[in-house]
């Protein structure tokens, strides 16, 4: 099963989670991109019982993250052993997200909740310190407006990197791609 984390005020209904379902649905492989809870714990704990329960069933499970995804991913993928592709991560959410404490608006429906600032707190509980590299396939776009690209690659050197020139926190062309993401393995 390919699993899609979507990022900070984002939902399942991303159009990264779309393009990925479309195109796992036309080769036949299994996919989820739930919508995730504000709350990062609560977003995990949904998490980790979705993969645990994927296991339990002998279901391989292979994660994708975008930008707060990509946070979820590394630690989902150090917890229980599995490889991810990171797009554009997070690396450091806490000080990223601390911007944004305060009544916010989810993108794809408008519906305000308010991020506070236990939430940004809560993230530290998740943070690894020293993830295993070759788990990983970093994709990463120069011109990314909201995170700096370089800190994904000094957090994770050793791991396969696309790095792109331009394009942005979205990461333009993500399409061009998906065949790649989806016969990912670690090296």
């Not at 630690?75 to 916010?104: F, K, W």
Request: glycine fraction near 8%.
């Amino acid at each position: 099963m390919l699993l899609y984390l979507h990022g900070f005020n984002s939902s399942g209904l991303a159009h990264k989670a779309s393009l990925l379902r479309r195109y796992c649905q036309q080769q036949g492989v299994a996919f989820m991109a739930p919508s995730l809870p504000v709350q990062p714990v609560l977003a995990l704990s949904s998490l980790e019982e979705l993969i645990e329960q994927s296991l339990a069933l002998s279901l391989p499970v292979r994660l994708v993250g975008s930008s707060l995804g990509g946070f979820y991913a590394i630690y989902l993928a150090e917890r229980y052993d599995l490889s991810a592709v990171l797009i554009n991560p997070a690396i450091h959410p806490c000080m990223t997200l601390e911007q944004g404490v305060g009544q916010v608006s989810h993108y794809h429906d408008q519906m305000r909740y308010e991020w506070r600032a236990d939430h940004v707190q809560s993230l530290k509980n998740y943070a690894v310190g020293v993830p295993t590299p070759h788990r990983y396939w970093l994709m990463l776009q120069t011109g990314d407006e909201l995170l700096d690209y370089q800190e994904a690659l000094a957090y994770l050197p050793g791991a396969r990197v696309l790095l792109e020139e331009g394009g942005d926190h979205g990461f333009k062309g993500f399409e061009r791609h998906l065949a790649e993401v989806l016969s990912f393995q670690p090296f």
